[in-house]
């Protein structure tokens, strides 16, 4: 079956960088979404076919592509940006990352 | 307000049933395909099943094949999850969800869930 791999987790100071990567062979081919999910809420859509931001969420929100790996990226990290995040695509069937964990430092 | 609000989840006993309902508003319901979406405690984000949108077509996850049953009421807008033979690894959260940028990807927006918990 389809499977999309996640780093489990991803540390950043305030204000840096804070990149997560999802990697699957039917990425080339298929659309990637990134889901932010804080304790105990349902998910957020934060990010749409692979780049699109939707209306609310953040510019330093933002999203690409290479090959069979898509990145969120996260720029001028915030404190309240620490959370859970997750990738979504669909090949036969629908499928999410194992998802990562963003802890802010 | 678009709201989806997933009603029906609680205890129940290995091989038991339960019926999930997820009652939408604020948007034309008949238009849209719908998911159901798991997350066992602690755990990740898990596809279950989908409906399209006059519930002709269904899919589901290998996990719940043959046990789950997804279908739908336009006329009532609420989306249902018929879930039989639970097992305690069916311990979950779990939402109902609107896919918006694509019939099976790019949710938008959940419910806030509804917590099932199998056990004896």
């Known amino acids: 079956s389809y499977e999309l791999t996640q780093p489990p987790s991803v540390s950043v100071s305030p204000g840096q960088t804070a990149r997560i990567t999802c990697s699957g062979d039917?990425?080339?081919?298929?659309?990637a979404y990134w889901y932010q999910q804080k304790p105990g809420q349902a998910p957020v859509l934060v990010i749409y076919?692979?780049?699109e931001r939707p209306s609310g969420i953040p510019e330093r929100f933002s999203g690409s592509s290479s090959g069979t790996t898509v990145t969120l990226t996260i720029s001028g990290v915030q404190a309240e940006d620490e959370a859970d995040y997750y990738c979504?695509?669909?090949?036969?069937?629908?499928?999410f990352g194992g998802g990562t964990k963003l802890t802010v430092l | 307000e678009v709201q989806l609000v997933e009603s029906g989840g609680g205890l129940v006993q290995p091989g038991g049933s339960l019926r999930l309902s997820c009652a939408a508003s604020?948007?034309?319901?008949?238009?849209?395909?719908m998911h159901w979406v798991r997350q066992a405690p602690g755990k990740g984000l898990v596809w279950v099943s989908r409906?399209?949108?006059?519930?002709?077509?269904?899919s589901y996850a290998d996990s719940v094949k043959g046990r789950f049953t997804i279908s739908r009421d336009n006329a009532k807008n609420t989306l249902y999850l018929q879930m039989n033979s639970l097992r305690a690894e069916d311990t979950a959260v779990y939402y109902c969800?609107?896919?918006?940028?694509?019939?099976?990807?790019?949710?938008?927006?959940w419910g806030q869930g509804t917590l099932v918990t199998v056990s004896s």
């Open positions: 969800a609107r896919a918006d940028y694509d019939i099976l990807t790019g949710y938008s927006r």
């Open positions: 979504q695509s669909a090949d036969s069937s629908v499928v």
């Open positions: 604020g948007f034309t319901f008949s238009s849209y395909w």
């Open positions: 409906i399209n949108s006059d519930g002709s077509s269904t």
């Open positions: 076919k692979d780049s």
């Open positions: 039917a990425l080339p081919k298929q659309y």
